[in-house]
């Protein structure tokens, strides 16, 4: 008996440049032949292939993933075998056998037997891996890795903890406090880490700093441009376009933006700063936010604005003029949290 196929040619409901289809559950084969976007709470089927971009507002189930574009799930990832020949981002955990990845990709945490990817790998917090890694740039995780085998990056940078054994083919950096910086093309080797990312901000400097005549969209494609190739930057390709948008506005009302820019005056390069359309968001609109700060409220539309915000709020809270407890109410009241259960996340996370 041949295996049931369901193919999504183009759809009658679009978004953007994308169709849109309702998650389904089947025991076959799912083939979206155009670039989609699906909606619900499981993507389920034996084997799912996506011949351009696959953005999943949900989770995903199969023995075998194939996409040959870019991957977006906001849930989690729960295969056989996942191949992406685009960027892959994970918002949830990815539990696989084997991983294979094309570009530069975000993925929150991972428990699988083999990755491999071709470009450099950022991932949120825990790697779990049992058999082989091998990432061909740089592997960033912003808690630690785990695991046993073959172990190969051009350079690995973790936060807390490395606990692999097994063939180690380069250099690994413990750091106690990280601000996610990577580069992708330097092997960084035996480079001090800090140096080497002191002298990356020297250098990004002295490229803004020729921008200075160009107009904004110029200059933001410039700095995004360097910035996607060049992971050291992956908060700045955030953050810039964001703060170019807050310079349209009257002043910073809501306490989403306020981190935003909290986190943009720390990592931004002082020539880029003193941009003309970008100083005045960093100096008089923070300023006079920060006046009204108490009373200001966090709205964010999604969960990766809600993730960005946190994490800002985690590294630079020390600079706030309110207390990290009245910072993280703020956040976590947004969800429906009540104070006391915000507090007990906050001392466990920050001690």
Request: with cysteine; hydrophobic share 40%; net charge negative.
């Amino acid at each position: 008996m041949s295996e049931t196929i369901m193919q999504f040619n183009s759809g009658e409901q679009i978004v953007g440049s994308k169709n849109v289809a309702q998650a389904v559950n089947t025991d076959g084969t799912i083939v979206f032949n155009e670039s989609y976007i699906v909606i619900g709470d499981v993507l389920k089927g034996s084997t799912i292939h996506a011949t351009y971009d696959l953005t999943v507002l949900g989770s995903i189930s199969a023995n075998k993933l194939v996409v040959n574009g870019d991957l977006l799930v906001q849930g989690d990832i729960e295969v056989g075998d996942l191949e992406c020949h685009g960027q892959c981002v994970c918002l949830g955990k990815i539990t696989a056998k084997t991983v294979s990845l094309g570009n530069i990709s975000y993925l929150a945490t991972i428990d699988s037997n083999e990755i491999f990817s071709s470009d450099s790998l950022f991932v949120g917090s825990t790697m779990d891996i049992r058999e082989a890694v091998d990432i061909n740039g740089m592997l960033v995780a912003g808690e630690g890795i785990l695991g046993e085998g073959s172990f190969s990056s051009d350079s690995t940078i973790v936060n807390e903890y490395f606990e692999f054994s097994g063939e180690v083919q380069n250099k690994v950096y413990e750091l106690s406090e990280m601000d996610f910086s990577v580069l992708s093309d330097i092997r960084i080797e035996d480079v001090d880490v800090e140096k080497l990312i002191s002298a990356l901000k020297d250098s990004f400097s002295m490229s803004v700093k020729k921008w200075g005549d160009l107009e904004e969209e110029e200059l933001i494609q410039n700095v995004l441009n360097i910035a996607k190739q060049s992971p050291d930057f992956v908060l700045l390709t955030i953050l810039l376009p964001i703060i170019s948008e807050l310079s349209y506005q009257k002043e910073i009302d809501n306490f989403r933006d306020y981190l935003y820019v909290l986190g943009a005056k720390n990592i931004f390069p002082d020539e880029l700063s003193k941009y003309e359309t970008i100083e005045p968001v960093l100096t008089t609109m923070f300023d006079a936010a920060t006046m009204a700060l108490e009373r200001m409220v966090f709205r964010s539309n999604d969960l990766n604005e809600f993730s960005i915000s946190l994490y800002i709020l985690s590294a630079y809270h020390s600079q706030l003029p309110i207390s990290l407890e009245e910072a993280g109410d703020k956040l976590f009241s947004s969800v429906g949290l009540r104070y006391s259960t915000v507090d007990h996340v906050w001392r466990k996370q920050n001690g």
